[in-house]
């Protein structure tokens, strides 16, 4: 397997543990305070969580062998990419492991900022690659994200030739009130 393959196929596993990080995370609202009155909270400082879903659709070599770049739907929707962090590496029982820092803007303009990711896959061919785990944690952004925090998983495959598709969900918890 070239390096550009092996790239490419880090990216799509990036992708593919972001759709199941959101998908496999289940969070929820932080338990109310035993006293209420004792604690009380402000509707600006208490989070916002929020279930979100979508896919992504990325190809590889789009800026260059280590980065793809693709499209993103659901409640996310916008433009991703993500950029391998150095080679792959072989993991427990055959599978590869694949370093991947992400990158979001949504269809409104705001980023997304995520932690970076470690996807692990099981090689199905040379070119094809399932995704085992894929957990991505968001930590912030800009406009409705600034301060938001969140976790994803990703579902999927990294086809080297052909591109990649992940299915993501997992839940936003926002720093105010989420608008939608």
């Known amino acids: 397997m070239t390096f550009g393959r092996v790239a490419r196929l880090s990216f799509l596993v990036f992708c593919?543990?972001?759709?199941?990080?959101?998908?496999?995370?289940?969070?929820?609202?932080?338990?109310?305070?035993?006293?209420?009155?004792?604690?009380?909270k402000s509707e600006q400082s208490a989070p916002h969580c929020k279930a979100v879903g979508g896919m992504i659709m990325t190809n590889f070599g789009a800026i260059d062998q280590?980065?793809?770049?693709?499209?993103?739907?659901?409640?996310?929707?916008?433009?991703?990419?993500?950029?391998?962090?150095?080679?792959?590496?072989?993991?427990?029982?055959?599978?590869?492991i694949f370093h991947v820092?992400?990158?979001?803007?949504?269809?409104?303009?705001d980023?997304?900022?995520?932690?970076?990711a470690t996807a692990t896959t099981v090689p199905l061919s040379q070119t094809l690659f399932a995704i085992?785990?894929?957990?991505?944690?968001?930590?912030?952004?800009?406009g409705r994200y600034a301060g938001a925090t969140g976790d994803l998983t990703a579902?999927?495959?990294?086809?080297?030739?052909?591109?990649?598709?992940?299915?993501?969900?997992?839940?936003?918890?926002y720093a105010a009130p989420d608008k939608d």
Request: proline share 6%.
């Open 155 to 173: 579902i999927g495959e990294v086809d080297l030739v052909n591109g990649t598709v992940f299915r993501y969900g997992g839940q936003v918890c």
């Open 101 to 109: 820092q992400h990158h979001w803007v949504t269809e409104s303009g």
């Open 132 to 142: 085992v785990t894929y957990p991505v944690h968001l930590t912030g952004g800009t």
């Open 66 to 96: 280590m980065t793809t770049m693709g499209v993103a739907t659901g409640d996310l929707r916008g433009a991703v990419s993500g950029t391998l962090e150095g080679t792959p590496v072989a993991g427990a029982n055959g599978t590869v």
């Open 16 to 40: 593919a543990v972001m759709l199941s990080a959101f998908i496999a995370s289940s969070g929820g609202h932080p338990s109310p305070a035993a006293h209420p009155a004792a604690h009380p």
């Open 111 to 116: 980023t997304l900022n995520f932690n970076e």
